[in-house]
C-alpha cells in the first residue's frame, strides 16, 4: 500500500461490500506463498512491517 494520491477512499459501509473479495483473495495469496515457501530451510517467513524491524535492530 502506498499513499493514496488520487481518489477518495471508501466509506465503511462501501467497503464493506469488498470484504469477502478482500478475505478471499487474502487468504489465497497467503497459501500460494505458504505453499510455495514451506519447503525452505533458515528462513524465518515475515510478515508485513517485521522485515522493516528486523532491518532497524540489525543496523
Same mark, same amino acid.
Given at each position: 500500500m502506498g499513499l493514496l494520491?488520487? !481518489?477518495t477512499p /471508501? $466509506? +465503511?459501509p462501501e467497503g464493506k461490500k469488498y470484504t469477502?473479495? %478482500?478475505?478471499y483473495h487474502g487468504i489465497s &495469496?497467503?497459501?500460494h506463498? +505458504?505453499?510455495? /515457501?514451506?519447503g525452505? &530451510? !533458515?528462513d524465518e517467513l515475515l510478515w508485513r512491517g517485521d522485515?522493516? $524491524?528486523s %532491518? /532497524?535492530?540489525f543496523l
Amino acid at each position: 500500500m502506498g499513499l493514496l494520491s488520487l !481518489g477518495t477512499p /471508501l $466509506t +465503511w459501509p462501501e467497503g464493506k461490500k469488498y470484504t469477502d473479495h %478482500a478475505c478471499y483473495h487474502g487468504i489465497s &495469496q497467503f497459501l500460494h506463498i +505458504w505453499d510455495r /515457501l514451506k519447503g525452505r &530451510q !533458515g528462513d524465518e517467513l515475515l510478515w508485513r512491517g517485521d522485515e522493516v $524491524t528486523s %532491518a /532497524l535492530l540489525f543496523l
